[in-house]
């Protein structure tokens, strides 16, 4: 043995357990072989403790690094989730535009006749008071501008300006139990308007000749055919009023759409709690280390990467949902790491 080399060893030698481990440690992470002479240092009464010190670390790299590898996959998949969502918002905005189109801007079909009665029972209809006061109040020029106390009070000025026209006979009306009620027909003859007739979706009917009953029904079924499908589709802003599929177990693109969000939310939770599970079990390892942290470079580099993978989700989730973060870690990922790694039997110890 060199005289240099006898001084190294003679350095080594008093060294404590923890402080040799922890070299040992620092040389690892930095990918070095350990120096010549520094396990012939070691005291026998340290080996031991030098070898419990390094099965630590190595456990909890190896540990922390398989459960970082597993959330990033998870991560992954939650991404593709994401962009599925994306996909749906894509599918919803064309499928607005058809519901657009069939709703506002084609006629339900019916027939004259039809069309007939639906008007002559929309003249017998009831309107309350103050809904035909309402009415007035949207052709006022300045309705816009007025605040919801204006607004109550001019609709109530309105409504005290009806109730003689009944009196005189202008308006048709009767006594309801609450309040005044004006006939639909009158009021809208007073006015100068045609009665509305409205279908229960849309907003006009395409009126057709009585001869033409047939295509009136054909063109009626391929209408509810083309709504059954859109109701299918998913709905952006998302639709309450979505009818549900008539099989509870037959899940349409919409609802899957509208469930998306919540699924996509509980994942990033449950895996942002698990990172912070991990970044306490790291830390609580390093307490052995002198606060060295007992992972590889490449494992913390990983770490950091899915923790920002997670932070990225959560920005692009924010369209649909406002996502908090948890701050404290998941009980049940320290508890486990913990028994994996060995720091519970040492607890127990």
């Keep these: 043995m060199s005289a240099a080399q006898h001084r190294v060893e003679k350095l080594y030698s008093g060294l404590s357990a923890n402080e040799r481990a922890s070299l040992r440690l620092k040389w690892w992470k930095a990918d070095t072989e350990d120096p010549p002479g520094f396990y012939r240092a070691t005291p026998d009464s340290q080996i031991p403790e030098v070898n419990r010190l390094i099965r630590l670390f190595n456990a909890a790299h190896r540990e922390t690094a398989w459960y970082t590898a597993w959330l990033y996959a998870r991560l992954e998949a939650t991404a593709h989730r994401l962009a599925m969502l994306s996909v749906f918002h894509l599918w919803a905005l064309e499928t607005n535009r058809l ?136 709905h952006w802003p998302p639709a309450d009023a979505v009818v549900p599929p008539e099989d509870p177990a037959k899940k349409t693109a919409s609802m899957l759409a509208d469930g998306l969000p919540l699924a996509i939310a509980a994942h990033l939770t449950k895996a942002w709690s698990e990172l912070l599970a991990i970044e306490q079990v790291v830390g609580e390892v390093a307490g052995s280390f002198a606060g060295e942290e007992p992972i590889h470079p490449d494992a913390r580099e990983l770490l950091d990467e899915v923790k920002g993978s997670a932070l990225k989700l959560v920005e692009d989730l924010k369209p649909d949902f406002d996502l908090i973060l948890p701050e404290e870690p998941d009980e049940g990922a320290v508890q486990r790491l913990r028994f994996l790694i060995g720091l519970e039997e040492e607890e127990d110890a």
């Design 99 to 234: 519901r657009e189109q069939i709703e506002w801007y084609s006629g339900e079909p019916i027939t004259q006749s039809r069309c007939d009665q639906l008007l002559a029972g929309a003249r017998e209809e009831l309107l309350p008071l103050e809904v035909a006061a309402d009415l007035l109040m949207d052709a006022e020029p300045d309705s816009d501008e007025l605040s919801d106390d204006e607004w109550d009070q001019r609709i109530q000025e309105i409504a005290e300006r009806l109730r003689p026209l009944v009196d005189r006979g202008v308006l048709a009306g009767e006594q309801g139990d609450a309040e005044l009620q004006l006939r639909a027909g009158s009021f809208y003859d007073w006015r100068g308007e045609p009665v509305p007739v409205i279908p229960e979706r849309g907003l006009r009917f395409a009126v057709f000749p009585d001869d033409a009953g047939i295509e009136v029904e054909r063109l009626g079924e391929e209408r509810q055919k083309l709504r059954a499908i859109l109701d299918e589709a998913p």
